[in-house]
């Protein structure tokens, strides 16, 4: 089992930034993907951005050129710094591990982030 604590969340104005944090502990693994997700009321939930353990990244089309995921594979955490925030980012966002042995996915309690002035 991989456990997932997620911290940063919060209410941040229109434009404003926010840095989301996740740390993950428990049986994980060298070689790994972390990342974020997202999920606003009444839409399914949809990727953010990933980062694997070699720092490849992959990011959903509205998260390009705003989100960065980025992560300190001796900690095992994953950070996502979100900038020029806009009231659509408005959702709970949960933090992603994928366990290659067995093939397994993890995932954070949600954080929630709020987006209005």
């Known amino acids: 089992q991989v456990q997932l604590v997620e911290s940063g969340g919060g209410l941040v104005q229109p434009g404003g930034s926010l840095r989301l944090n996740c740390a993950a502990s428990g049986s994980t693994f060298t070689i790994n993907t972390m990342g974020w997700y997202r999920q606003a009321p009444g839409k399914q939930r949809e990727l953010v951005g990933t980062?694997?353990?070699?720092?490849?990244?992959n990011y959903g089309d509205f998260a390009k050129g705003r989100f960065t995921a980025s992560r300190d594979n001796a900690k095992n955490t994953v950070y996502l710094q979100m900038n020029n925030l806009k009231p659509d980012d408005t959702a709970v966002y949960y933090c992603?591990?994928?366990?290659?042995?067995?093939?397994?996915?993890?995932w954070g309690q949600g954080t929630q982030v709020t987006v209005s002035s």
């Open positions: 992603y591990y994928w366990h290659p042995i067995p093939p397994t996915p993890y």
């Open positions: 980062i694997t353990s070699g720092g490849t990244t």
